[in-house]
Structure formats: structure tokens, C-alpha cells
């Protein structure tokens, strides 16, 4: 019997694609460290600033498309990036922040002193809803998949920026990565009108760069 030739698998098609998730600017809110969840507040004039300046920035990376949630902090900061780019921007609901029910409008203290156990469950990383609201596991649900959408219809190399919220950024980030829910906390806050970077590499993606507020530099080293 003659043995037949071995065959090499053929190595992963890569596409080296980027994904930019970027926070929103400065709120009210923000500054009073109240609880927004999916309440609509609109940009401090600071936040509104911020926005120019990080889109300056952005707009260097020659973005291909430009994916945004559609509450105004968020539809405010990506508008500053298409008027530079000339991109239309696309907004999706399925990228708000998480819903939090009677946490939304609370301060920090007030969530702690009124929800103290579920505050700290949350933070031990059990599952919970937080004020009624929706679980962690379930935003990453709605917004991760469309961020995968949106990113299959790039070119090679090419540049997806998704402007959202710091939870739902966290969120989609685990689920990109493929961490088990329970350690995302481990991926700290953005913030305002910072950025993290996926890449795509042989065995998915990777994540670059996080909370970052300048343009992304070049790794150099063994470990590329």
C-alpha cells in the first residue's frame, strides 16, 4: 500500500482589519458620576471638544466606515469624526449603553448605599441586573454581533470605528477576545473620548491598544 503524502493545512486567510471602539465625550453626568446607563444627556461643551480633538486623531487612521449608537453623547462625538472623514455614520441602537433601571440617574454613593449587595456582587463579576436592568452577557449579545457585521463588509487592512459607551465597549471586547464574562471587569474604564484597538491576527483578534488617546503606534519586538 503506498502511504500518501502528508498535507499541510493551509495557513489562516488573514485580513488584518481594525476595530476602533471609542467613547463618547464629557457629560454632565460623567462629571457628577451619575449612573447614564441608556439615558439620552448630550455632551458638556468640554465633551464636545474632546471630540474635535480625538477626531483629528482619528480621522489619521483613514477609517473605512463609521458605526455609532444612536443616543446623542455618542451620535454628537461620531459627527465630529465624519465631518473630517466624509463618512456617513450608521447608528444602531443595539450599541447603547446597558440598561440599568432604578440605578440610572443615581450617583456612585447612592447606588452603593441603596444597592450595596448587588453593587458588590456586580463587582465580584456574578451575574446581575444591575437595578432591574439588563446583564453584561446580554449587551455583549446585541453588540457584538453587529460590530462582527459591520466589520465582514471592510476590506483587507481595512478600519471600523465603533463609537459607543464604556460598558458596552467592555462588553464587546470580552466577547471579541473570547474571555469568559466573569473577567471582563478585568479590562479597565475608557475614558472620555478614549479609544481601545482590536486587530485581527492568525488566531483572531487582539487586543492593541486600550484606553488609549493617541494615534496607535507600530509593536516592535519579538512579541509581534
Same mark, same amino acid.
Given at each position: ?17 481594525? %476595530?476602533?471602539?471609542?467613547?463618547? &465625550?464629557? *457629560?454632565?453626568?460623567?462629571? !457628577? ?5 441608556? $439615558?439620552? %444627556? ?31 453623547? $455618542? ?10 472623514? &466624509? ?9 447603547? !449603553? ?17 444597592? +450595596? ?13 444591575? +437595578? +432591574? @436592568? !439588563?446583564? !453584561? ?17 471592510? /476590506?483587507?487592512? @481595512? ?7 464604556? @460598558?458596552?465597549?467592555? *462588553?464587546? %471586547? ?6 469568559? /464574562? ?38 516592535? &519586538?519579538?512579541?509581534?
Amino acid at each position: 500500500m503506498t502511504a500518501q503524502p502528508a498535507v499541510t493545512p493551509a495557513p489562516p486567510v488573514r485580513r488584518d482589519r481594525r %476595530i476602533v471602539l471609542w467613547r463618547h &465625550g464629557q *457629560t454632565a453626568w460623567n462629571l !457628577e458620576r451619575r449612573f447614564q446607563g441608556s $439615558t439620552d %444627556i448630550e455632551l458638556t461643551p468640554a465633551g464636545l471638544e474632546q471630540a474635535r480633538r480625538a477626531a483629528r486623531l482619528l480621522a489619521a487612521l483613514r477609517p473605512d466606515a463609521i458605526l455609532a449608537s444612536d443616543l446623542r453623547r $455618542t451620535a454628537a462625538t461620531a459627527a465630529e469624526l465624519a465631518s473630517i472623514t &466624509g463618512l456617513d455614520v450608521t447608528h444602531d441602537e443595539a450599541l447603547r !449603553e446597558t440598561y440599568a433601571g432604578a440605578w440610572q440617574g443615581l450617583t456612585h454613593e447612592e447606588i452603593v448605599e441603596r444597592y +450595596g449587595d448587588e453593587y458588590a456582587a456586580w463587582k465580584r463579576g456574578e451575574p446581575v441586573r444591575r +437595578g +432591574g @436592568g !439588563e446583564l !453584561e452577557t446580554e449587551v455583549a449579545d446585541r453588540a457584538a454581533p453587529l460590530v462582527e457585521r459591520n466589520v465582514e463588509k471592510l /476590506p483587507p487592512g @481595512g478600519t471600523l470605528v465603533v463609537v459607543s459607551h464604556g @460598558g458596552t465597549i467592555r *462588553t464587546t %471586547i470580552g466577547r471579541l477576545l473570547g474571555l469568559v /464574562p466573569h473577567t471582563w471587569e478585568a479590562l479597565g474604564g475608557l475614558s472620555n473620548c478614549c479609544w481601545s484597538v482590536l486587530g485581527e491576527g492568525a488566531r483572531g483578534w487582539r487586543l492593541l491598544e486600550h484606553n488609549a488617546g493617541t494615534l496607535p503606534q507600530p509593536v516592535l &519586538g519579538d512579541d509581534d
